[in-house]
């Protein structure tokens, strides 16, 4: 395992590259374990892909039947749900964690266990930049101690696109795909101080009742903006 590639810029992935990333494969039983978006986007892969053949054998009949313009607008409509199936499927392998953007997030509940992440939303450096939180509700945090104040390094892929800011990110514990306590640390190590410092500062100002999708944005003098 070389340490030495996390927090290195990671791989071209949607036109983006991380800044910041693991640069790891994930573990694929830890996956299965801890990570709750890697059975979703699993499930969400074979529903489109099963669509897909729905939608390929109507095409058949329909081209077969003569109609050749219905059946090759669904030969089409097929490669775009195959397509989007890979991508999703994708993500339901972990590859947020070789190319997401290494980000910081500490535990500021134990019963439940809920964590404050932290990311950038600004998606260029021309952008003036602002910081995006969101608390999230975790059933596991391996390699980690369950206590108010732990440092959980994550990596996050974005989404959504307002003005050159990202209006979502989906944030995903570092430890639910790679199982080794070293690479955890050398993680945190990469995260800079003042990142830290932000995430102690604006923890305890998320507004509550924010829905899965939406962000709390904040000013980099640590002022409360708004939800988006």
């Avoid at 890979?86 to 997401?100: F, M, N, S, V």
């Avoid at 306590?181 to 509550?208: G, H, Q």
Wanted: charged share 20%.
């Amino acid at each position: 395992m070389d340490l030495d590639q996390i927090g290195q810029q990671g791989q071209e992935l949607n036109n983006s590259v991380a800044s910041r990333a693991i640069n790891m494969e994930a573990d694929d039983e830890l996956l299965k374990q801890y990570d709750p978006y890697s059975q979703k986007h699993l499930r969400t892969s074979r529903i489109t892909f099963f669509v897909g053949l729905l939608c390929l054998g109507a095409a058949i009949k329909m081209i077969a039947g003569g109609s050749w313009i219905i059946g090759i607008l669904l030969i089409l409509l097929t490669l775009g749900l195959w397509f989007a199936a890979l991508a999703t499927k994708g993500l339901a392998l972990g590859i947020a964690y070789q190319q997401g953007l290494l980000v910081p997030s500490i535990v500021v509940n134990t019963n439940p266990i809920q964590i404050v992440v932290l990311a950038p939303l600004q998606g260029s450096d021309a952008l003036p930049p602002l910081n995006g939180a969101k608390k999230i509700t975790v059933t596991h945090l391996p390699l980690h101690e369950a206590k108010v104040g732990e440092k959980v390094p994550c990596v996050s892929l974005f989404g959504g696109n307002q003005g050159g800011y990202y209006t979502n990110f989906e944030p995903r514990v570092m430890s639910w795909g790679i199982g080794s306590k070293e690479a955890i640390e050398r993680a945190i190590s990469e995260i800079d101080e003042e990142e830290w410092e932000f995430l102690e500062a604006i923890k305890n100002a998320i507004p509550e009742g924010m829905k899965d999708h939406e962000v709390a944005c904040f000013n980099m003098d640590y002022t409360f903006k708004e939800v988006r």
